[in-house]
């Protein structure tokens, strides 16, 4: 399975993060205004509490997403048996034990890349608006100790989303009830 196009959008989106906090820094530093700004803080609370409720959805709805994705994709599983580390059979006495598995597993990877990326990327674009908040608090006038959190919250939860091929193919195997083998 090629992970190259979503590690590549894992790695772009997350580095938007420091792009932001960068212009941020830069324009706090020339706009000379800024210092004239007076926010309210009820804003930085509201917008800290709008970015904890995206945070929580940011897990939780890519994963039903990517469940719901992997069901209803369309792939032939069949029975197969399991590898003997005994030989070539389990005994006379008990029949030989079989798994589930995809008839095409090749297909199957495609399907379970096609599942992950939409979930994946929503996931990736709500954490990144928790960050887009502390650009906006920041851009308000708020200072670096207001809006660090929201960046350090958002590339956080950016960074657990590195895709990996357990991430990929393991909710496709648990919706199908199957395992993909070589």
């Known amino acids: 399975m ?4 979503p590690r590549i959008l894992w790695g772009a989106l997350l580095g938007s993060n420091a792009l932001y906090f960068g212009l941020l820094l830069y ?17 930085a609370l509201l917008f800290g509490v709008a970015a904890l409720g995206l945070s929580v959805a940011s897990v939780l709805l890519p994963a ?6 992997a069901r209803a ?3 032939e599983t069949r029975d197969d048996l399991k590898d003997d ?3 070539a059979t389990q005994g006379f006495r008990r029949p030989a034990s079989s798994e589930r598995v995809f008839a095409d597993p090749a297909a199957a990877r ?19 608006s928790v960050s887009l908040f502390g650009f906006v608090l ?14 350090v919250v958002g590339a ?11 991430a990929i193919e393991g909710p496709f195997e648990r919706a199908h009830g199957a395992r993909l083998r070589d």
């Not at 495609?110 to 990144?128: S, T, Y």
């Not at 920041?138 to 960046?151: N, R, S």
């Open 27 to 43: 324009l706090n530093a020339t706009v000379a205004e800024r210092a004239e700004l007076h926010p309210d803080p009820t804003m």
């Open 2 to 5: 090629n992970l190259q196009t």
């Open 85 to 87: 580390p005994m030989g």
């Open 73 to 75: 994709a369309a792939v």
């Open 156 to 166: 956080g939860l950016q960074a657990t989303r590195y895709p990996t091929l357990a």
């Open 110 to 128: 495609r399907a379970a890349l096609q599942a992950f990326l939409a979930p994946f990327i929503v996931g990736m674009a709500m954490a990144e």
């Open 138 to 151: 920041g851009f308000l006038g708020f200072g670096v100790a207001v809006v660090a959190p929201f960046f």
């Open 64 to 69: 039903r997403l990517h469940a719901a994705a």
